[in-house]
């Protein structure tokens, strides 16, 4: 199975993973299960990282590549299609970085992992973190 992973669930899945369901960290170390990391994602912990607003044990470009080796984590690049795709969303949800997430889930066609609700109000498979 390949699945998009929300920024929230990748640092619980790091740091906290009691944090998510049983069924999820199952899934996220099963062998045969391939886990996206958006850019989006990076994009967001850089930025909550330089406000202050997420403490790193290192910089986030080291933190992320080297955690992202570790954990078998593919970075899923943000393609145009992706980025325009944010357009034909209806307004559930006004996090961009979500936004970006939900739409690149659809254009893909794989599920997301994410413990944020309002995920399901959009035409998208959501496992639950």
Do not use: N
Not at 22 to 51: F, N, P, Q, Y
Not at 58 to 80: C, G, K, S, W
Not at 107 to 129: H, L, N, Q, S
């Amino acid at each position: 199975m390949t699945l998009i992973i929300d920024t929230h669930c990748w640092l619980w899945w790091l740091s906290e993973p009691d944090r998510l369901r049983g069924s999820s960290v199952d899934l996220l170390r099963r062998s045969d299960t391939t886990v996206m990391l958006s850019a989006a994602s990076s994009w967001e912990i850089a930025i909550k990282h330089s406000l202050g607003k997420l403490s790193l044990p290192e910089a986030p470009a080291a933190f992320v590549a080297t955690r992202m080796e570790r954990e078998r984590t593919e970075a899923l690049a943000i393609q145009h299609a992706h980025a325009l795709a944010v357009a034909s969303l209806p307004p559930h949800h006004t996090d961009p970085f979500d936004r970006l997430l939900i739409a690149q889930a659809i254009v893909e066609r794989v599920p997301i992992m994410t413990a944020d609700r309002a995920f399901r109000a959009y035409a998208i498979d959501v496992i639950d973190g």
